[in-house]
């Protein structure tokens, strides 16, 4: 098996952005020798941190599948196409950030209205939209593929000029993100065949919480829903998606114990 997670509303409380019961569940599968990997919205940086505090090793996916981070020397051999950085393998997938926002400023005008991301604000004010705390938010700021954006309803007419600059759109479960042409999705199938490739037949299972899991649910083999804060699970529908009882980490932390026990989509 290989684990792909979510990590905000599935690994991780929605509000609170504590592990809570899935930390316990992560340190059970990593004696198993099964890899998680976290495959988010969320930056590098964001990443990095999380890694280090659930002492999790594995590659990671970031940015809505921008790009794939592999700890150098994870596989016996550097994947084709990856460059060498900062101690990791990297696969780029996304367009890169300062593109984005290139083309943001294109599709404002094309809108005749600002489009407000992450990059036209100061930390602090980034902290104050999202919750975040301050350094949390300068993690989240670091962006490389991927913009983060702050959108009124209705959004059609702003997603449209999105489209029309050739970015495409996710929604992340609170905000919007414009990005490149890639989504989790591909990178979990790339990274999929990476596994496989170097340790022979894997089991992809996939965990997450909302719309922009969508490619991820539906790239694995084994796609499990964990239940929204306000009750129940996304409306998400595809064959053999199991809908995990529990919020957040609760419903990680079943859904883990369930593969560890063997019996996974036997809890409804
Ligand atoms: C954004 O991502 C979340 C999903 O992970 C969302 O769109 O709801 C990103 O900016 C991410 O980097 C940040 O940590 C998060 C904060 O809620 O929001
Ligand atoms: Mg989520
Ligand atoms: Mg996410």
């Known amino acids: 098996y290989v684990l792909f997670t979510d990590l905000d509303g599935t690994l991780l409380d929605l509000h609170t952005g ?8 992560l340190r059970a599968l990593k004696e198993r020798g099964i890899p998680v ?22 590659p990671f996916i970031v940015e809505n599948g921008g790009a794939i981070f592999l700890p150098e ?4 051999q550097k994947p084709e196409g990856a460059k060498v950085r900062e101690g990791y393998w990297v696969l780029e997938l996304g367009l890169p950030y300062g593109e984005i926002r290139r083309r943001l400023k294109q599709a404002e005008a094309r809108l005749g209205s600002p489009l407000v991301g992450y990059g036209d604000l100061s930390a602090e004010e980034v902290a104050r939209r999202t919750g975040l705390g301050l350094e949390a938010a300068r993690w989240a700021k670091a962006r490389e593929y991927d913009e983060t954006l702050f959108l009124e309803e209705p959004v059609e007419e702003a997603l ?17 993100h414009a990005h490149g042409p890639n989504d989790k999705g591909q990178a979990v199938r790339l990274l999929k065949e ?25 790239a ?32 990680f932390a079943r859904a883990a114990s369930a593969l560890l026990e063997g019996r996974w989509g036997e809890v409804r």
């Not at 969320?42 to 594995?58: C, H, M, N």
């Not at 409306?235 to 957040?248: F, N, Q, S, Y």
Request: charged share 25%.
């Open 73 to 76: 020397g994870y596989f016996p």
């Open 18 to 25: 504590e592990a809570g019961p899935a930390a316990e569940a």
């Open 160 to 176: 449209k000029a999105l489209e029309a600059e050739g970015l495409r759109w996710s929604h992340g479960g609170r905000f919007y």
């Open 220 to 251: 694995v083999d084994l796609a499990a829903l964990v239940e929204r804060p306000e009750g129940g699970w996304h409306p998400l529908d595809l064959p053999g998606l199991w809908r995990v009882p529990g919020v957040g980490p609760e419903g």
């Open 37 to 58: 990997v976290f495959a988010s919205a969320k930056t590098r940086a964001e990443q990095e941190v999380l890694r280090g505090a659930l002492g999790v090793e594995d």
């Open 194 to 218: 990476l596994y496989q490739r170097f340790w022979g037949p894997v089991v992809a299972v996939g965990l997450g919480d909302s719309a922009n899991d969508r490619p991820l649910l539906e």
